[in-house]
């Protein structure tokens, strides 16, 4: 695999701003000729040149010297370049259509090529010159070839549909990557989950976690044993080595420590997968929220009552539990001017819009009544008398009777005081409303929630401080802000107000979050 994705890539002439003259050497010399570095190229941003030196790998300033040999670039007519690599899903519609919203808003035009399979050229032009400014390379693949592309200077944006794995990061460290797994590394594009989804005549309508969790690792075999018919049940799941069936195997196998039956029919593309489940009324499957088409999306539930389907708000809150963000991993690496004002444009409130209307889930900020979430309300009644007390839950509805939740939540790596990748992603978009004044005047409550396993009182106390956490993140991200235009503070409730049954490791997970809350 690794031959054919640099054959590919040659084939196609790409010159990787991270790789771009083959381990060819230049000389940069001051321009008083009082210092001279030889090296190979490693890039050239426009700005700054990366060169592998015999005393390590140095990014020098392009302004203050000459450059010599027969791998320098072309300072006067500068083409950006890029190649984004990875997850299927994202490669075929949503970065297709963030590129082309792009190149539209900065008035350039657009030459597309898809002369070589699962290979999208954009060659972004000048509309006055004709030059072109820029070139995207959008590699549609797996999550796995992303990383790998990433690690091997073949890419220099991994699209992933999972968090990258420690031996990935550790590659890329070696590789001179940086830390992919610090802070400011990834950001999640947009949001999709899990969504189990059968033929439209099946009379259920309703599986636990845990349930399908049994049914795709053998141990449930028979609709029956589900209010179904009495029919034995047919297995059919994302291709092996996508990010989508990784995900399916961390957020619903690997809580409960199972694994795929061997007989599970298995899928390159989602469009396959989704045609064989509608035509068959006796089959399963696991779609991405956009690609359910016409088969039926089934809700989950729990032993104790709650119910949730996989809906749009849902889904940005984290409610629905099979939450699958799709994330960007980017190399401490310098980029072209232009794709830093392209990854800075798909931040925005514009690049939202495009990605819901590509069918995606945006992540633009929404608030929420309380008396629009009646779900939630219930749930927490339901938990009256067996584990929260009546005093708790109508505290927690007084207080927050005022307030309207935001639809951004976080939660923490298992077993672990550091937010997950998702939540970090969180942590910066928040702080980015916060330096553009979105709440100036406003008052921010940070609610912690937490599982039902400790006391109430300890329950209450790790809430709250798990809200504070989240409250001094974002106050130290958003540096640009003005803190005193905005009243913020802290505040946990335990488990008054949980989302999902306790009964299960993935319940009392997903229970453990940090709302916010605004008035």
Same mark, same amino acid.
């Given at each position: 695999?690794?031959?054919?994705?640099?054959?590919?890539?040659?084939?196609?002439?790409?010159?990787?701003?991270?790789?771009?003259?083959?381990?060819?050497?230049?000389?940069?010399?001051?321009?008083?000729?009082?210092?001279?570095?030889?090296?190979?190229?490693?890039?050239?941003?426009?700005?700054?040149?990366?060169?592998?030196?015999?005393?390590?790998?140095?990014?020098?300033?392009?302004?203050?010297?000459?450059?010599?040999?027969?791998?320098?670039?072309?300072?006067?007519?500068?083409?950006?370049?890029?190649?984004?690599?990875?997850?299927?899903?994202?490669?075929?519609?949503?970065?297709?259509?963030?590129?082309?919203?792009?190149?539209?808003?900065?008035?350039?035009?657009?030459?597309?090529?898809?002369?070589?399979?699962?290979?999208?050229?954009?060659?972004?032009?000048?509309?006055?010159?004709?030059?072109?400014?820029?070139?995207?390379?959008?590699?549609?693949?797996?999550?796995?070839?992303?990383?790998?592309?990433?690690?091997?200077?073949?890419?220099? &944006?991994?699209? %992933?549909?999972? #968090?990258?794995?420690? @031996?990935?990061? !550790?590659? =890329?460290?070696?590789? $001179?990557? /940086?830390?992919?797994?610090?802070?400011?590394?990834?950001?999640?594009?947009?949001?999709?989950?899990?969504?189990?989804?059968?033929?439209?005549?099946?009379?259920?309508?309703?599986?636990?976690?845990?349930?399908?969790?049994?049914?795709?690792?053998?141990?449930?075999?028979?609709?029956?044993?589900?209010?179904?018919?009495?029919?034995?049940?047919?297995?059919?799941?994302?291709?092996?080595?996508?990010?989508?069936?990784?995900?399916?195997?961390?957020?619903?196998?690997?809580?409960?420590?199972?694994?795929?039956?061997?007989?599970?029919?298995?899928?390159?593309?989602?469009?396959?997968?989704?045609?064989?489940?509608?035509?068959?009324?006796?089959? &399963?499957?696991? %779609?991405?929220? #956009?690609?359910?088409? @016409?088969?039926? !999306?089934? =809700?989950?539930?729990? $032993?104790? /009552?709650?119910?949730?389907?996989?809906?749009?708000?849902?889904?940005?809150?984290?409610?629905?539990?099979?939450?699958?963000?799709?994330?960007?991993?980017?190399?401490?690496?310098?980029?072209?001017?232009?794709?830093?004002?392209?990854?800075?444009?798909?931040?925005?409130?514009?690049?939202?819009?495009?990605?819901?209307?590509?069918?995606?889930?945006?992540?633009?900020?929404?608030?929420?009544?309380?008396?629009?979430?009646?779900?939630?309300?219930?749930?927490?009644?339901?938990?009256?008398?067996?584990?929260?007390?009546?005093?708790?839950?109508?505290?927690?509805?007084?207080?927050?009777?005022?307030?309207?939740?935001?639809?951004?939540?976080?939660?923490?790596?298992?077993?672990?005081?550091?937010?997950?990748?998702?939540?970090?992603?969180?942590?910066?978009?928040?702080?980015?409303?916060?330096?553009?004044?979105?709440?100036?005047?406003?008052?921010?409550?940070?609610?912690?929630?937490?599982?039902?396993?400790?006391?109430?009182?300890?329950?209450?106390?790790?809430?709250?401080?798990?809200?504070?956490?989240?409250?001094?993140?974002?106050?130290?991200?958003?540096?640009?802000?003005?803190?005193?235009?905005?009243?913020?503070?802290?505040?946990?409730?335990?488990?008054?107000?949980?989302?999902?049954?306790?009964?299960?490791?993935?319940?009392?997970?997903?229970?453990?979050?940090?709302?916010?809350?605004?008035?």
């Amino acid at each position: 695999m690794r031959y054919l994705r640099a054959a590919v890539l040659a084939a196609l002439g790409i010159c990787l701003s991270i790789a771009q003259t083959a381990a060819q050497d230049i000389t940069l010399t001051a321009r008083d000729g009082a210092v001279e570095i030889s090296g190979t190229l490693l890039g050239f941003d426009g700005e700054f040149y990366r060169l592998d030196t015999i005393y390590g790998e140095l990014t020098i300033d392009g302004t203050g010297v000459n450059c010599e040999g027969p791998a320098c670039p072309n300072l006067t007519n500068f083409i950006a370049e890029v190649v984004i690599s990875g997850a299927s899903s994202m490669a075929d519609v949503l970065m297709p259509a963030l590129v082309e919203a792009f190149a539209l808003r900065n008035g350039f035009s657009i030459l597309r090529d898809r002369s070589r399979e699962n290979v999208l050229l954009y060659e972004l032009n000048n509309q006055q010159s004709g030059e072109t400014v820029a070139r995207f390379w959008i590699n549609s693949s797996s999550t796995d070839e992303g990383f790998a592309d990433l690690v091997a200077n073949e890419a220099n &944006i991994a699209m %992933s549909l999972r #968090e990258i794995r420690d @031996s990935e990061a !550790a590659r =890329g460290k070696d590789a $001179g990557l /940086g830390d992919l797994r610090e802070d400011n590394r990834s950001r999640v594009l947009a949001l999709s989950a899990l969504v189990p989804i059968t033929e439209a005549a099946n009379p259920v309508r309703t599986i636990s976690t845990l349930e399908l969790a049994q049914v795709f690792a053998g141990k449930i075999t028979n609709w029956s044993a589900l209010g179904g018919a009495d029919a034995p049940i047919s297995l059919h799941l994302p291709g092996e080595g996508s990010g989508l069936l990784q995900a399916i195997e961390d957020e619903l196998m690997a809580p409960v420590n199972l694994k795929f039956a061997s007989d599970v029919l298995y899928y390159p593309r989602m469009s396959d997968l989704v045609r064989s489940v509608q035509f068959d009324p006796f089959a &399963i499957g696991i %779609s991405g929220y #956009e690609l359910t088409g @016409s088969a039926r !999306a089934i =809700g989950l539930t729990g $032993g104790c /009552g709650h119910e949730i389907n996989a809906t749009r708000r849902g889904i940005k809150t984290e409610d629905y539990p099979l939450s699958a963000p799709m994330y960007l991993y980017i190399p401490a690496l310098r980029q072209p001017k232009l794709v830093r004002d392209f990854l800075t444009y798909i931040r925005g409130d514009a690049a939202q819009m495009v990605i819901r209307r590509a069918g995606f889930v945006d992540q633009a900020g929404e608030e929420i009544a309380i008396d629009e979430q009646g779900a939630r309300m219930v749930n927490a009644i339901r938990q009256i008398g067996e584990s929260v007390a009546i005093e708790d839950v109508q505290q927690m509805v007084s207080e927050l009777s005022s307030y309207r939740r935001l639809t951004t939540t976080f939660r923490f790596q298992i077993g672990a005081s550091r937010l997950d990748a998702h939540s970090l992603s969180n942590v910066a978009l928040l702080a980015r409303r916060l330096e553009r004044g979105e709440y100036d005047g406003r008052e921010l409550v940070f609610v912690g929630f937490s599982d039902g396993s400790g006391g109430a009182s300890a329950n209450r106390e790790v809430a709250k401080r798990r809200a504070e956490a989240v409250l001094e993140a974002v106050q130290t991200a958003a540096e640009a802000a003005d803190i005193g235009q905005v009243s913020m503070r802290a505040t946990g409730y335990g488990e008054a107000l949980p989302i999902a049954c306790d009964d299960s490791a993935w319940g009392r997970r997903v229970n453990r979050r940090v709302e916010v809350w605004l008035r």
